[in-house]
């Protein structure tokens, strides 16, 4: 494991990577809960001082993409988390939400373990570069497909419909489907927006390349 942080207290490191599939009673589910509150407070006021002159519509964009799952989950694997994370099983696209939460139970124990202005240093020294990669805020997905399909398609909207929700309640996958100019596509993620955004990925793709 590469994580740069010595923890006082092993014992919240172990149980940060301790997945519920693993240990039901014992787990990391309440040190995400509470490393996704350090790190949403972390990265917005890291946004606020890097960009002070943007918009809130375009911090948010920021912040969207640097708490999203992928964005977590590829921090995790640079400090190869996944080798040290216990789990009951890997499957499919749960794969990277498993990673990305274990990511955000690890942030978790660090504020316990030393509180939040070190956390907060902490995430600021890893986000920092990834923020400072984008010299314009992104718009995501659902943006740009809505630009596209106005206009190539006299101002019309992308309609979109919620499938399905399946995974345990306290990590549920949602499942949207988009549709526009003819064409669908569906997509996964832990919340409706980030299933909407998905699958607004896919059909932006999908009709830009037709």
Same mark, same amino acid.
Request: hydrophobic share 45%; no cysteine; glycine share 8%.
């Given at each position: 494991?590469?994580?740069?942080?010595?923890?006082?207290?092993?014992?919240?490191?172990?149980?940060?990577?301790?997945?519920?599939?693993?240990?039901?009673?014992?787990?990391?589910?309440?040190?995400?809960?509470?490393?996704?509150?350090?790190?949403?407070?972390?990265?917005?006021?890291?946004?606020?001082?890097?960009?002070?002159?943007?918009?809130?519509?375009?911090?948010?964009?920021?912040?969207?993409?640097?708490?999203?799952?992928?964005?977590?989950?590829?921090?995790?694997?640079?400090?190869?988390?996944?080798?040290?994370?216990?789990?009951?099983?890997?499957?499919?696209?749960?794969?990277?939400?498993?990673?990305?939460?274990?990511?955000? #139970?690890?942030?978790? !124990? %660090?504020?316990?373990?030393?509180?939040?202005?070190? *956390? $907060? +240093?902490?995430? =600021?020294? &890893?986000?920092?570069?990834?923020?400072?990669?984008?010299?314009?805020?992104?718009?995501?997905?659902?943006?740009?497909?809505?630009?596209?399909?106005?206009?190539?398609?006299?101002?019309?909207?992308?309609?979109?419909?919620?499938?399905?929700?399946?995974?345990?309640?306290?990590?549920?996958?949602?499942? #949207?489907?988009?549709? !526009? %100019?003819?064409?669908?596509?569906?997509?996964?993620? *832990? $919340? +409706?927006?980030? =299933?909407? &955004?998905?699958?607004?990925?896919?059909?932006?793709?999908?009709?830009?390349?037709?």
């Amino acid at each position: 494991m590469k994580l740069k942080y010595k923890f006082k207290d092993d014992a919240l490191l172990d149980l940060a990577m301790t997945q519920s599939g693993a240990n039901i009673g014992h787990n990391n589910e309440k040190l995400e809960f509470v490393g996704d509150r350090v790190l949403g407070l972390s990265v917005a006021t890291l946004l606020y001082k890097m960009f002070p002159t943007e918009t809130e519509g375009e911090l948010a964009r920021r912040f969207a993409v640097l708490v999203s799952t992928d964005t977590l989950a590829a921090v995790a694997m640079k400090m190869e988390l996944d080798k040290s994370l216990r789990h009951g099983h890997f499957t499919g696209g749960r794969k990277r939400h498993l990673i990305a939460n274990a990511m955000e #139970a690890v942030l978790g !124990a %660090m504020y316990f373990d030393s509180g939040f202005e070190e *956390t $907060s +240093k902490f995430i =600021a020294e &890893i986000w920092r570069p990834l923020a400072a990669a984008e010299a314009e805020a992104p718009k995501d997905s659902k943006t740009k497909l809505q630009e596209y399909v106005q206009k190539h398609d006299n101002g019309a909207l992308p309609v979109y419909e919620f499938l399905d929700v399946t995974g345990p309640a306290h990590s549920p996958i949602f499942t #949207a489907n988009v549709t !526009a %100019m003819g064409q669908s596509a569906t997509g996964s993620g *832990t $919340s +409706k927006k980030a =299933a909407s &955004i998905a699958a607004a990925a896919g059909l932006f793709k999908k009709l830009a390349i037709s």
